[in-house]
């Protein structure tokens, strides 16, 4: 119950996020927004969401999961709500109420994957983690797959502002079921001994969230754990992994239906049916990933060995997009697209890693560090894309940049991340 909740509302969440890329033909239309301009409001997301994950780690780890993301799904549904509202405006206005509305979103929805990192610890012994991190992280996909054409609908019959309007109402409907579902190992009403020991002797954190924990002043210096953090060679590599994975992921998010539309002449009613495809492969990839990777680790194999394994062969399989550059038929530009979010699901294991690595002190706060480094690709992705498309009138530098990026991915986990183990922490400690 609890890994099927995080799967609903990283549904909500990655459909509250891509309702930009569907509205935005529609947005550019009416506002006149050339593609810089497009690329800068897609990036508004990102960088308030960057600049907000150490504060809300730091949140997490001081007053929990439940009530710190409850207050973040709350906030984040109403911002894509008043998105909306852009629309009644005209010119320089309505492009500074989009772009600050989408700032606004992006800050509320920071402590969510450091949460969901969070509550994976707390409530998953590490032979199943694998697999319940790919599940709420293959959402994203399932988000396209469940809202890409219902979103497409909307705009296309109601227009582009109804989107923000339903998907926004249903956030705030969302957050209080959260309320309503969620608690800690030790606090939910209907756990047995029998589950809470098997999960506890799994290796799971099952006091992370605990009434009396959460209550307690932190337990780390907040400046000295980042250093300390920083300064992990295995971290490192696996941050600057994520940034480039997260590449994959910005680029599906923001510019891939407006590839649909501009590139291969889709209507953006087709687009939306037609981008739930390759996120129907993203999800069972993801699926597939987290089960290859705790199949390993029940077969005798270390954690490196479970964990890397899904991932390189998924960033082998995501550089197939590069391929779509040399084919007409849109047919098989599907089917080369699909592949390649197969493997990015299949690869998408990093908040896995993260809830494998994270010192116990300090879950909310490395979380939020690994988020950061994985979403500034949110800043710089659609940025780099709308130059290259505007620059060029193609979308074949684009799809390269995306590919060099998996490819830089593969070299993040065979050469620098080094054997996959969980950090205890030696320097930023207050209470030894």
Partial sequence: ?????????????????????????????????????????FSAFAWSYVIAQLPGGWLLDRFGSKITYFCSIFLWSIFTMLTGTAGFLAGGAAVATLFTLRLLVGAAEAPSFPGNSRIASAWFPTHERGLAA???????????????????????????????????????????????????????????????????????????????????PSQVDTFACIKELLGNRMLLGVYIGQYCITTLTYFFLTWFPVY???????????????????????????????????????????????????????????????????????????????????????????????????????????????????????ITTPIVIGYIVQNTGSFAGALLFVGANAALAIVCYLFIVGDIKRVKLVKSLVNQ
């Fill in 1 to 41: 119950m609890i890994l099927a909740m995080l799967f609903a509302i990283t549904t909500i969440n990655y459909a509250d996020r891509a309702t930009i890329s569907i509205a935005a033909p529609g947005i550019k239309k009416e506002l006149g927004l050339d593609a810089i301009q497009m690329g800068f409001v």
């Fill in 134 to 216: 790919a599940v709420f992280n293959s959402a994203q996909y399932f988000a396209t797959v469940l809202f890409a054409p219902i979103m497409g609908w909307l705009v296309h019959s109601h227009g582009w502002h109804s989107v923000f309007y339903v998907m926004g109402g249903l956030g705030i409907v969302m957050a209080f079921v959260w309320l309503k579902t969620i608690y800690g190992p030790r606090d939910h009403p209907s756990v047995s001994a029998g589950e809470l020991k098997y999960i506890q002797d799994g290796g799971a954190l099952v006091d992370l969230d605990s009434g009396s924990r959460t209550a307690q």
């Fill in 260 to 378: 649909l539309v501009q590139e291969r002449h889709m209507t953006i009613l087709k687009a939306g049916f037609v981008a739930s495809l390759p996120a129907i492969a993203g999800f069972l990839g993801g699926i597939t990933g987290g089960w290859i990777s705790d199949r390993l680790s029940r077969a005798g194999y270390s954690l490196s060995v479970s964990r890397k394994v899904p991932i390189v062969l998924g960033m082998l399989m995501s550089m197939t997009m590069i391929a779509c550059n040399y084919i007409e038929a849109d047919t098989l530009v599907v089917a080369a697209m699909s592949l390649a979010f197969f493997g990015k699901g299949v690869g998408a294991l990093g908040w896995a890693v993260v809830s494998d690595t994270s010192p116990k002190e300090a879950g909310g706060l490395s979380g939020a560090l690994f988020n950061t480094f994985g979403n500034t690709a949110g």
